[in-house]
């Protein structure tokens, strides 16, 4: 920190020391960071009053170090004794007489806090007295966070080249956005609605957070109050926490069903906020009669039976639907997929296994411990007489069966024989499960390794059938190694061919709108051409040494780098006369057809790439389709492309100012083309209404005559009846 500041910290605290102000400094964060600017920036913003101030008590610091004691007259900056001047210099000497009055008092405030004591003055002490260091602290946390918001503010504002391509966001407009803003009653009124209406939508962050708030007491349910209708020990010793855990369970479930009736859906594609259509379409679905089901408080029979029945819960396992809810959101939410099928894979296994588990020991106890070889050994013998012996050893025989290993004590009983017949049975499906499973999600997991390779594969066959130089092959070798090492390996346009053109224009340029922003090409087009030129662009790598386009070749793409460095060389392929980064095009002059141009089509530059090099490529094609309805851009690209002529000398100007001639005769008949299609177009559609008036008319006429038809046969039948 500066002298500068210290003196800045005396201005704003005249009770602190010189130590203190260097302390004080020290707490703050270093000038070289975003918040050290802007204090920096703060300070040196001062006002020139305070800039007087400064400098005085500047005097006033050194000479405190020093031991020394002046007049606040002899420290003064300010003038004491102006010349006489005109009205509007007397205004200045006015104002600065009272600034320098101001100091004064500071200063010989600053004097009576000093010691008086001849000669040699004692260290002042690091901070004098509560009110001092009071406002340290005070001063400390509002420029933190005036400087943390400042911060805040400029990271969340929006990049201009996103916010002009994706356009203002759509803003949900009230109801009743057209009242009177001075009507306050209604305000007030509108205010109440907003608060007593509160909707979830089933897409947003929030709705997820719950599913995993109320999938916590699901799973507890389902693990545990099956191991406590089993294990009675294990019920007993913590009765307490156990209901703790079981009311705030209800009381969640409780809130849930609450929410649920709360719950958007969307109606024609917009969310559904009316309250009685909400509480309709929950109320008639299987999950609320389920989920009222799992709320009877069916525990109200512990009076009778006492607190250690757990079983009279069961009916809280019917809420499961919540917590595969969230599974199934969370699969889709994560950036790891196959990872997470595997963990909830696992975890179903472990539910299963912890299931059969408990079910085996009630099957012992309910056949009687010890009672054969097959049963649980009885609890009497020291050595299997305690809960975490009781649940391991479960636990082990219930994974020895499900996984079909076998090497547990045969059944002895028939219900015995009946349930291990059933757990092999299960055993076989989760076997089954867990090898189809697992094995599909590592070949997904490899999927994009196995297809590259695959690619790699076919093009060494081929390289070896067709006797290709060591050295070519080397080379392709090590363009497929860049690609897979830098991950460009994906074919972007097949992973995004699902989304909407909208939706890939958009990921396009968020992905590479480092690179978009540098382009000259798109830093004013228009909204719409930017979407249409994104999608046409096609990536492409180029090895080091290898030539984007030679001079004289007919020119068929323009290219945008995106990574890398590209030369301008001559023909030696050698001297270099320019460096192309990354942002910049080129290719544009020889696919634009400009008029004058010497070399009509042809490339006017050796290009080449002097390391691994990114590229966008954009087909002459593909150009003049999206800038036909963009004139302006195409104004802007052939302008571009004349002032580079115009440098190199390659513009006929006398043939420029011929095709700007007949342009006006081309844009007559371009207009005219224009307007026979519009014709074309109303023609078709009148052509179109007559059939259909003819169609409806001829069905109308059809109709009238089987009427009378029928009118016809009801008259004569009426005659032939009245005939004796």
Not at 165 to 193: N, R, Y
Request: hydrophobic share 40%; charged share 25%.
């Amino acid at each position: 920190m500066g002298a500068g500041h210290e003196e800045g910290c005396l201005v704003l605290l005249p009770d602190i020391s010189p130590q203190g102000c260097q302390v004080l400094l020290s707490l703050l964060t270093p000038l070289s960071s975003p918040w050290g600017r802007q204090w920096e920036q703060c300070w040196y913003s001062l006002s020139p009053a305070q800039a007087c101030a400064r400098g005085l008590l500047a005097g006033r610091m050194t000479a405190k170090s020093n031991g020394l004691h002046r007049s606040p007259a002899a420290l003064s900056p300010c003038p004491s004794a102006p010349a006489p001047a005109g009205p509007d210099e007397e205004g200045t000497e006015l104002s600065t007489t009272r600034t320098c009055s101001t100091q004064d008092e500071a200063s010989s405030e600053l004097q009576r806090r000093a010691p008086v004591a001849g000669g040699e003055q004692p260290a002042a002490p690091l901070f004098q007295g509560r009110r001092a260091l009071a406002r340290i602290v005070r001063l400390v946390l509002v420029l933190r966070d005036w400087a943390s918001k400042s911060l805040h503010e400029e990271q969340q504002r929006p990049d201009p080249f996103l916010e002009r391509f994706q356009g203002p966001e759509l803003q949900m407009v009230a109801a009743d956005a057209g009242s009177d803003p001075e009507d306050e009653e209604t305000e007030e009124k509108s205010k109440k609605k907003k608060w007593q209406i509160f909707v979830v939508d089933p897409a947003g962050d929030w709705y997820y957070r719950w599913l995993a708030v109320i999938a916590v007491p699901v799973l507890y349910n389902w693990c545990l109050l099956v191991a406590r209708a089993c294990f009675s020990d294990l019920q007993k010793t913590y009765v307490v926490l156990w209901l703790v855990l079981d009311y705030v369970s209800d009381c969640i479930y409780i809130a849930d069903i609450v929410i649920r009736l709360r719950t958007g859906f969307l109606e024609q594609g917009l969310l559904v906020k009316d309250l009685k259509k909400l509480r309709d379409n929950y109320i008639h679905t299987l999950q609320f009669k389920l989920d009222v089901l799992s709320i009877l408080p069916t525990d109200l029979a512990y009076f009778a039976v006492g607190l250690h029945r757990p079983e009279l819960r069961f009916n809280r396992l019917l809420h499961f639907s919540r917590m595969f809810e969230f599974f199934d959101r969370t699969e889709t939410r994560t950036s790891y997929p196959n990872i997470f099928r595997i963990s909830n894979l696992v975890l179903y296994i472990l539910v299963i296994i912890h299931w059969n588990a408990c079910i085996y020991y009630a099957i012992s106890k309910a056949i009687g411990f010890g009672e054969d070889s097959w049963v649980y050994p009885n609890v009497t013998d020291p050595e299997y007489g305690y809960l975490t012996r009781e649940y391991v050893y479960c636990l082990y025989w219930s994974t020895l069966t499900l996984t079909t290993i076998g090497e547990t004590p045969p059944p002895v009983r028939d219900e015995e024989y009946l349930f291990v017949i059933f757990d092999f049975l299960i055993g076989v499906l989760i076997f089954a499960t867990i090898v189809g499973n697992v094995g599909s999600m590592i070949s997904n997991m490899n999927a994009t390794r196995a297809e590259f390779q695959a690619k790699i594969d076919a093009i060494k066959h081929y390289m070896q059938f067709r006797k290709v130089s060591k050295d070519m092959e080397t080379k392709v070798i090590k363009w497929f190694d860049y690609l897979w090492t830098n991950k460009k390996a994906v074919d972007e346009r097949e992973v995004l061919k699902n989304l909407p053109d909208k939706l890939r224009a958009e990921i396009a340029i968020n992905v590479h709108l480092e690179t978009l922003k540098k382009v000259r090409i798109f830093q004013d087009c228009e909204a719409g051409l930017l979407v249409e030129l994104v999608l046409k662009l096609r990536p492409q790598v180029f090895s080091p040494g290898d030539y984007i386009c030679r001079k004289g070749d007919i020119g068929k793409e323009m290219y945008i780098i995106k990574e890398g460095k590209l030369a301008v060389v001559a023909d030696d392929g050698t001297t270099q006369y320019a460096l192309l980064t990354a942002g910049g095009c080129f290719g544009e002059i020889s696919i634009l057809n400009i008029k004058g141009s010497k070399m009509g089509n042809r490339r006017t530059a050796n290009i080449r790439s002097l390391g691994y090099s990114d590229l966008f490529c954009l087909s002459k094609e593909d150009l003049m389709e999206a800038v036909t309805e963009y004139p302006d851009a195409k104004k802007v690209l052939e302008e571009r492309g004349r002032e580079i002529l115009t440098k190199e000398g390659l513009l006929d100007e006398s043939a420029a100012e011929a095709s700007m001639e007949g342009k006006s005769v081309e844009e007559k008949l371009d207009r005219l083309a224009l307007n026979l299609d519009t014709l074309h177009t109303c023609f078709g559609r009148l052509l179109r209404e007559y059939n259909d008036a003819q169609m409806k008319l001829k069905q109308r006429i059809t109709v009238l005559e089987s009427q009378l038809r029928q009118q016809d046969l009801e008259d004569f039948s009426d005659s032939s009846d009245s005939l004796p």
